[in-house]
């Protein structure tokens, strides 16, 4: 079999990053599609694996794929019609610290435009530095610095309307 | 403030739970329903292939340019080589022809 490392290789890459893969989706998405673009987004790692060079890491590259997928799916379909009410999927949630506080903060990111979102989520979220997310989407560190000011803010105006409610 | 509104977001990030169990399975399934389940050949690769077919044409290149013998002439360059010996010819015989007149 002269491709299994290949096979072998993109398995690596599902072991390591489904989750984080997973877990962007989410939150980006809100939820109603997350097997799907998932999927998605791992047909498209193993598409580019052979064109991907050493340009960044396997990291960087997984989460931009998965940003790009996301972000496609949000052009096709308004996030706010498709969000998961918090009821239907408590039963998967028990790391949760408050699953109010889960749910005002979903719905307040669904509010944000995309933009700002996918920063709020990669480094708030995912843990990424700035200098990662800059790295990720393919922007000026200054930029992400900008987006993650302004998207705290409309998060915290949001979150606050909700939470005093 | 913000310290503790980072904190907040931080310790409440929604998570979508555990993945399907047969998620892999069903990856594998979608790559397969592209029929694209080996790698196509590799640029890496390809450009491997255009460099040595690179190297093997400036090889038998300058293979040939070493086995030719010299240039090589047309007819009308031929003719007047010979035209020239012959006349070069012609003057030796004529210096060494006036050369014994003068000296008889």
Same mark, same amino acid.
């Given at each position: 079999m002269p491709f299994t490392s290949d096979k072998e290789r993109f398995d690596k890459i599902y072991t390591e990053?489904?989750?984080?893969?997973?877990?962007?989706?989410?939150?980006?998405?809100?939820?109603?599609?997350?097997?799907?673009?998932?999927?998605?987004?791992?047909?498209?790692?193993?598409?580019?694996?052979?064109?991907?060079?050493?340009?960044?890491?396997?990291? +960087?590259?997984?989460?931009?794929? +998965?940003?790009?997928?996301?972000?496609?799916?949000?052009?096709?379909?308004?996030?706010?019609? +498709?969000?998961?009410?918090?009821?239907?999927t408590r039963d998967h949630r028990e790391a949760y610290t408050k699953p109010e506080h889960q749910e005002a903060i979903q719905l307040a990111l669904a509010k944000l435009d995309a933009e700002h979102r996918t920063t709020i989520v990669l480094h708030y979220f995912e843990d990424l530095s700035i200098e990662e997310v800059a790295g990720v989407l393919e922007v000026p560190v200054g930029t992400v610095k900008s987006r993650l000011h302004n998207g705290r803010h409309k998060?915290?105006?949001?979150?606050?309307?909700?939470?005093r409610d | 403030v913000t310290d503790l509104f980072k904190d907040f977001l931080k310790k409440n990030r929604p998570?979508?739970?555990? #993945?399907?169990?047969?998620?892999?399975?069903?990856?594998? &399934?979608?790559?397969?329903?592209?029929g694209e389940t080996h790698f196509p050949t590799r640029p890496l690769l390809w450009k491997f292939i255009a460099a040595a &077919?690179?190297?093997?044409?400036?090889? #038998?290149?300058?293979l040939r340019t070493l086995d030719l013998p010299g240039e090589e002439l047309t007819n009308e360059e031929v003719l007047s080589e010979s035209l020239l010996l012959s006349f070069l010819d012609d003057d030796d015989s004529d210096e060494l022809y006036s050369f014994n007149s003068v000296a008889n």
């Open positions: 990053y489904h989750r984080m893969v997973r877990n962007v989706t989410y939150n980006l998405t809100g939820g109603a599609a997350v097997d799907d673009l998932v999927q998605e987004s791992f047909l498209r790692i193993w598409k580019g694996l052979p064109r991907f060079g050493s340009r960044s890491s396997v990291k +960087t590259w997984v989460y931009r794929v +998965t940003v790009n997928v996301a972000i496609d799916y949000l052009r096709r379909t308004p996030v706010l019609g +498709t969000l998961i009410p918090w009821e239907e998060l915290e105006e949001s979150l606050k309307e909700r939470i | 998570l979508p739970g555990e #993945a399907p169990k047969d998620e892999r399975q069903a990856i594998w &399934a979608r790559i397969a329903a592209t &077919a690179v190297v093997l044409v400036v090889f #038998a290149l300058s």
